[in-house]
């Protein structure tokens, strides 16, 4: 039967509409939890220096998060096909931008964050199974230049074998991805809920928490923020207004890459069944779940922990700290467990969807054009296998660390070269770039209503123009905060960016893009699809 939201087939050789308004829900909340909830406020802390202003930070990041959902629920409405992000960057402004946002995507926005969420699910397994190390080699590291390696340890092995699990996983069809990902999803909210409930209610240190909140709004041991500009100031969170702002810009980039994935649902528009309806509801549902649990769970680490107990959290493992709080120690074990199952459902909704958007990239002809077929069980399952290539290649490359004077890094216990991982390095580079393509598609939204005013709309934008706008000038004024004091992880993202500019051209000299992508804009823009 044919689907005229997608123009697949329902029972023939396209995409299945399997998912419900549940599946969708499980799809936006599953892919934003992983392990940063569980790490990331340790740095935050550090940035803002005050227990409330740590709460705050998460509060305000997940209002821009929900800003954001709200205009692409009306996207996502509009144009209820696969590859959501990519669709509506394409039909705003331009075939080429939603290529330079797939392009993106595939080279280190999607597979890179797939890379370091399969090493956290390694990395937390490894407390569990001392065997699974960074350090335990099956090839010792292999010099390439000054500032790389290649090597292959069991952690990093590990993570490549959950890579390889999860995309022959969802290679079966989106019914049985649909199961992982709910079950693993439903099981890791209920973890977060048991940690807010102990930590907040049972096991509450009521010095602790009376002490955080008492002083809830003074930073204290805070970092200092040295820009990469010398007529721009140095400040810390406890120089004024300015040096707050800037703080919390930067803490941002903590709290908004611990919230980002919320838009994945998107991906797979053309296997849900009610899209008009469901997707954008989905992301609303989905990130206000998350929001609520990330924002309980900072309490609950302050009902826990003394403030500077969180800053300086050994490897930044502050939820393992509050579990040692209430289960002594076998605290690091629990959160092991915990964080593994985090990291093996939010892999599965990164893998599930992702593969999505270079299966209609595909269809557009630009992309491989085996990217764009689906096998016996309705699954893009060549863009499956060749986004798990990419992601399992981007665990094998390492950094060559080394101390500020350029001598190595070496492990203070057993003396040895230590070395970070290449996927980290380019996650930090590309985030920037991230945030600059959420701010474009919701300029988009505003563009779309001029260029197609008589467009179905089955649902309108909350608060539009008012909440897109508030999205729009807050994620700028981050933007520019970054761009200023961490101008040395922004630039490489613009570059990683501009990479997919010639390759365009190629696509495009060579026709592959050119008629498909023309003849369907022909067809959009001239009213609804």
Same mark, same amino acid.
Request: glycine letters at 12%; aromatic letters at 10%.
């Given at each position: 039967?044919?689907?005229?939201?997608?123009?697949?087939?329902?029972?023939?050789?396209?995409? /299945?509409?399997?998912?419900?308004?549940?599946?969708? $829900?499980?799809?936006?909340?599953?892919?934003?939890?992983?392990?940063?909830?569980?790490?990331?406020?340790?740095?935050?802390?550090?940035?803002?220096?005050?227990?409330?202003?740590?709460?705050?930070?998460?509060?305000?990041?997940?209002?821009? $998060?929900?800003?954001?959902? %709200?205009?692409?629920?009306?996207?996502?409405?509009?144009?209820?096909?696969?590859?959501?992000?990519?669709?509506?960057?394409?039909?705003?402004?331009?075939?080429?931008? *939603?290529?330079?946002?797939?392009?993106?995507?595939? %080279?280190?926005? +999607? $597979?890179?964050?797939?890379?370091?969420?399969?090493?956290?699910?390694?990395?937390?397994?490894?407390?569990?199974?001392?065997?699974?190390?960074?350090?335990?080699?099956?090839?010792?590291?292999?010099?390439?230049?000054?500032?790389?390696?290649?090597?292959?340890?069991?952690?990093?092995?590990?993570?490549?074998?959950?890579?390889?699990?999860?995309?022959?996983?969802?290679?079966?069809?989106?019914?049985? *991805?649909?199961?992982?990902?709910?079950?693993?999803?439903?099981?890791?909210?209920?973890?977060?809920?048991?940690?807010?409930?102990?930590?907040?209610?049972?096991?509450?240190?009521?010095?602790?928490?009376?002490?955080?909140?008492?002083?809830?709004?003074?930073?204290?041991?805070?970092?200092?923020?040295?820009?990469?500009?010398?007529?721009?100031?140095?400040?810390?969170?406890?120089?004024?207004?300015?040096?707050?702002?800037?703080?919390?810009?930067?803490?941002?980039?903590?709290?908004?890459?611990?919230?980002?994935?919320?838009?994945?649902?998107?991906?797979?528009?053309?296997?849900?069944?009610?899209?008009?309806?469901?997707?954008?509801?989905?992301?609303?549902?989905?990130?206000?779940?998350?929001?609520?649990?990330?924002?309980?769970?900072? /309490?609950?680490?302050?009902?826990?922990?003394?403030?500077?107990?969180?800053?300086?959290?050994?490897?930044?493992?502050?939820?393992?700290?509050?579990?040692?709080?209430?289960?002594?120690?076998?605290?690091?074990?629990?959160?092991?467990?915990?964080?593994?199952?985090?990291?093996?459902?939010?892999?599965?909704?990164?893998?599930?969807?992702?593969?999505?958007?270079?299966?209609?990239?595909?269809?557009?002809?630009?992309?491989?054009?085996?990217?764009?077929?689906?096998?016996?069980?309705?699954?893009?399952?060549?863009?499956?296998?060749?986004?798990?290539?990419?992601?399992? %290649?981007?665990?094998?490359?390492?950094?060559?660390?080394?101390?500020?004077?350029?001598?190595?890094?070496?492990?203070?216990?057993?003396?040895?070269? +230590?070395?970070?991982?290449?996927?980290?390095?380019?996650?930090?580079?590309?985030?920037?770039?991230?945030?600059?393509?959420?701010?474009?598609?919701? @300029?988009?939204?505003?563009?779309?209503?001029?260029?197609?005013?008589?467009?179905?709309?089955?649902?309108?934008?909350?608060?539009?123009? @008012?909440?897109?706008?508030?999205?729009?000038?807050?994620?700028?004024?981050?933007?520019?905060?970054?761009?200023?004091?961490?101008?040395?992880?922004?630039?490489?993202?613009?570059?990683? @960016?501009?990479?997919?500019?010639?390759?365009?051209?190629?696509?495009?000299?060579? *026709?592959? *893009?050119?008629?498909?992508?023309?003849?369907?804009?022909?067809?959009?823009?001239?009213?609804?699809?």
């Amino acid at each position: 039967m044919a689907n005229k939201d997608s123009g697949t087939t329902s029972s023939g050789g396209g995409l /299945i509409r399997e998912l419900g308004a549940l599946d969708a $829900t499980m799809i936006v909340a599953g892919s934003m939890i992983g392990s940063g909830i569980f790490i990331v406020p340790a740095d935050i802390a550090r940035h803002v220096g005050a227990p409330g202003l740590l709460v705050l930070v998460w509060i305000i990041a997940g209002l821009l $998060t929900i800003a954001a959902a %709200l205009s692409y629920g009306e996207l996502a409405g509009m144009m209820p096909q696969a590859g959501g992000q990519y669709v509506y960057l394409r039909e705003a402004f331009s075939p080429l931008w *939603g290529f330079l946002y797939g392009w993106t995507l595939f %080279l280190v926005i +999607q $597979t890179g964050t797939i890379a370091a969420v399969a090493v956290a699910f390694a990395r937390f397994l490894g407390v569990i199974a001392p065997g699974i190390s960074a350090t335990a080699w099956i090839v010792k590291p292999i010099h390439v230049s000054s500032g790389y390696a290649l090597s292959l340890s069991t952690q990093q092995f590990v993570g490549i074998l959950l890579i390889a699990l999860l995309t022959l996983l969802n290679c079966r069809g989106i019914h049985l *991805g649909k199961l992982v990902q709910n079950t693993f999803t439903i099981t890791k909210t209920l973890a977060l809920i048991g940690l807010i409930v102990l930590g907040v209610l049972i096991f509450r240190k009521a010095e602790v928490a009376g002490t955080n909140f008492a002083d809830a709004w003074t930073p204290r041991g805070v970092n200092i923020i040295k820009p990469d500009f010398s007529i721009v100031p140095v400040l810390s969170a406890g120089d004024g207004w300015l040096g707050l702002i800037v703080a919390f810009c930067v803490a941002q980039v903590g709290s908004l890459f611990s919230m980002d994935a919320w838009n994945n649902v998107t991906f797979a528009a053309g296997e849900v069944k009610n899209p008009r309806r469901d997707v954008g509801l989905a992301m609303v549902a989905g990130t206000g779940l998350v929001i609520a649990l990330y924002t309980l769970a900072n /309490i609950a680490y302050l009902c826990l922990l003394p403030f500077d107990g969180i800053q300086h959290a050994a490897d930044d493992r502050v939820g393992t700290a509050a579990l040692g709080v209430i289960f002594g120690g076998a605290g690091a074990a629990i959160m092991a467990v915990a964080i593994s199952i985090s990291t093996f459902g939010c892999n599965n909704g990164l893998i599930l969807a992702g593969s999505r958007v270079y299966y209609a990239m595909a269809k557009d002809g630009l992309f491989f054009q085996t990217t764009g077929r689906l096998n016996a069980r309705h699954a893009p399952a060549v863009a499956l296998l060749l986004q798990g290539i990419w992601a399992s %290649l981007l665990v094998l490359p390492r950094t060559i660390l080394r101390n500020p004077d350029g001598t190595p890094k070496l492990d203070p216990t057993t003396g040895l070269q +230590q070395y970070g991982n290449l996927y980290s390095d380019l996650l930090d580079y590309v985030i920037f770039s991230a945030l600059i393509f959420y701010v474009l598609t919701t @300029v988009g939204l505003f563009v779309l209503r001029r260029k197609r005013p008589h467009a179905e709309r089955p649902y309108r934008a909350v608060g539009y123009p @008012v909440v897109p706008v508030i999205y729009i000038l807050g994620a700028c004024v981050i933007l520019t905060v970054l761009a200023l004091y961490k101008t040395q992880t922004t630039w490489p993202g613009l570059v990683i @960016v501009l990479t997919g500019i010639p390759v365009y051209a190629v696509w495009r000299v060579l *026709g592959r *893009g050119r008629s498909s992508i023309d003849n369907r804009r022909s067809l959009t823009d001239n009213g609804p699809p």
